[in-house]
């Protein structure tokens, strides 16, 4: 996997644009903003010829934390009916593993904990955006899940999503504010 502004054919991709692990560009691994060929030249963050994993990694990094700070506002809008990038796709799955948290039962079954162990333990494989498939791959093994119960798996998803967020130069969230958000909402009745 790489990242490079460069495709192996002549047609220039746009700045940023990230390879997946089969030597093409992967949308599914880079942000609609720097997948759209921009009007004005920005920077890149991508480097030609460097050709690893480690590469394709740092792009992405600095092209979410580009994100995060707001930059590229123009190159953002995308309309429902198109194929999620690596952001709508993850929202999406974060919304997911953060419901199922919520939900997961105070005191799960062996079974049940093993569906949860599964199901986590599957994302590495399957995810497809393959850079953060494999960041969450060591993720986990270096932290692995808490399903013990439905607070400690909440907690340590919160936990594993701040990771998330500090890698790519977002805020970190108030894990203490984890049901409220996905199960709860506000006391101020206003998703009620
Ligand atoms: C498993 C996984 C790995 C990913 N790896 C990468 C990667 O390597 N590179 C990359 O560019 N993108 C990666 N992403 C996508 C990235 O995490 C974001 O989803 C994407 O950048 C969109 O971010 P966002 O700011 O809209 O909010 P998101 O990070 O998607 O968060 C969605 C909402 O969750 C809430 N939230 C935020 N943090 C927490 C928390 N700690 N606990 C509970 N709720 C929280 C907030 O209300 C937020 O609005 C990954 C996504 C997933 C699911």
Redesign the pocket.
Same mark, same amino acid.
Not at 86 to 91: C, D, K, T
């Given at each position: 996997m790489s990242a490079t502004n460069q495709s192996s054919s002549t047609r220039p991709l746009p700045p940023g644009t990230v390879l997946g692990p089969d030597g093409k560009p992967c949308k599914i691994c880079t942000?609609f903003r720097n997948w759209k060929l921009p009007t004005s030249s920005r920077a890149t963050t991508a480097s030609p010829n460097k050709g690893d994993a480690a590469q394709a990694?740092a792009s992405?990094?600095a092209?979410?934390a580009s %994100?995060?700070a707001g930059e590229g506002d123009t190159h953002t809008r995308r309309s429902a009916h198109c194929p999620p990038d =690596?952001?709508?796709?993850?929202?999406a799955?974060?919304?997911f593993?953060?419901t199922t948290a919520a939900y997961y039962p105070e005191s799960p079954t062996p079974t049940q904990r093993a569906h949860m162990l599964q199901l986590l333990h599957s994302?590495p494989q399957l995810?497809p955006?393959s850079?953060?498939?494999g960041?969450?791959g060591a993720r986990l093994q270096r932290r692995p899940p808490d399903v013990r119960s439905r607070a400690a798996l909440s907690a340590w998803?919160? %936990?594993?999503?701040?990771e998330?967020?500090v890698?790519?130069g977002?805020p970190?969230?108030d894990?203490a504010r =984890?049901d409220e958000?996905?199960k709860d909402g506000p006391k101020d009745g206003s998703c009620d």
């Open positions: 942000s990694m992405a990094t092209l979410a %994100a995060a =690596v952001e709508s796709l993850g929202r799955t974060w919304t593993l953060h994302l995810y955006c850079h953060c498939a960041d969450l998803l919160c %936990a594993t999503h701040n998330v967020n890698m790519l977002k970190t969230f894990c =984890v958000r996905w």
